[in-house]
């Protein structure tokens, strides 16, 4: 100290740090099947089977009602979240009010608050809240979801309805051709094709009239059943029987050969209207 020389601190304890290693050991699994029917014979008792039978299923079951109740707890908190995401959206507020608007928003805030009740524990609680919560906002996206899909499917229906009166038309000639007592129920399905577009087109005039607020004068499933229908209709008329061709005279064989062959055969009728049948049925 008197020859101001440092002092050294004494030196620290190395620290030692353990650290676990995993030993793993392995073994050879051998299994013997025991061929003995001694064995086969075992089987517990009639009660203790029923009982652990009873149990099993008890297990399953709570097992099922666990699952479907965080299926429902993800699908409903989801709901909620994507709601009060779009609820604002122009979309939306074309197709509703402002009092709708607020009656959502109110219950989106109070039904986040609910996932974390004691209440949402449960799944007939779940299912109940899933339900108020459709039932109010169901049919604001239901006018939401008309309004976009209507241009579209008013173009796909004037498409259906031409190639639908062309094959019935084809159809008419071949029988035509045949002189075939069954033109009358082509002739009928012709007059209600035209009828179901008059209607339709009409509808859907006066729809641009109306409030996009109010449910739609005709709904889109509407019309896809309509044209469904007119599709089964078609098959139907296509298994009309055919009188037999008329055997030409050998005189008008050559006269005859020129003004037929303009017009389609049976063969290329239903040929082209299964094909048009088949594509029209895809877009549907």
Do not use: C
Not at 11 to 39: F, G, N, Y
Not at 80 to 89: A, V, Y
Not at 152 to 176: C, G, I, S
Request: glycine share 2%.
């Amino acid at each position: 100290v008197g020859n101001n020389e440092p002092i050294e601190s004494p030196a620290a304890a190395p620290i030692i740090e353990r650290s676990t290693q995993t030993v793993v050991h392995r073994e050879l699994l051998s299994i013997a099947l025991i061929d003995d029917p001694a064995v086969y014979s075992l089987r517990l008792p009639t009660d203790e089977f029923v009982q652990s039978k009873s149990r099993l299923e008890q297990l399953q079951k709570a097992d099922s009602e666990r699952k479907e109740k965080a299926e429902s707890f993800n699908a409903l908190e989801g709901r909620i979240l994507s709601l009060k995401g779009e609820i604002d959206q122009e979309s939306i507020q074309i197709v509703s009010t402002e009092e709708e608007r607020v009656a959502v928003k109110n219950w989106l805030d109070k039904g986040e608050d609910w996932m974390w009740s004691d209440e949402a524990d449960t799944l007939a609680g779940l299912r109940l809240k899933t339900e108020e919560l459709e039932a109010l906002v169901g049919p604001i996206l239901l006018r939401r979801r008309e309004m976009e899909e209507r241009p579209a499917l008013q173009q796909d229906f004037d498409q259906w309805m031409e190639k639908l009166v062309q094959n019935a038309t084809v159809l008419r000639t071949v029988h035509a051709l045949r002189n075939s007592e069954e033109i009358s129920k082509i002739d009928q399905f012709l007059k209600e094709l035209q009828l179901v577009k008059d209607t339709f087109l009409d509808l859907w005039k006066e729809q641009e009239k109306a409030s996009l607020k109010e449910l739609p004068l005709l709904r889109n499933d509407q019309v896809r059943e309509k044209v469904s229908g007119l599709f089964q209709a078609f098959e139907k008329l296509k298994k009309l029987k055919l009188p037999p061709a008329a055997t030409p005279s050998p005189a008008n064989v050559t006269s005859g050969v020129e003004e037929e062959s303009e017009l389609p055969t049976q063969t290329e009728t239903e040929q082209d209207a299964a094909s048009t049948d088949e594509s029209l049925k895809s877009e549907l």
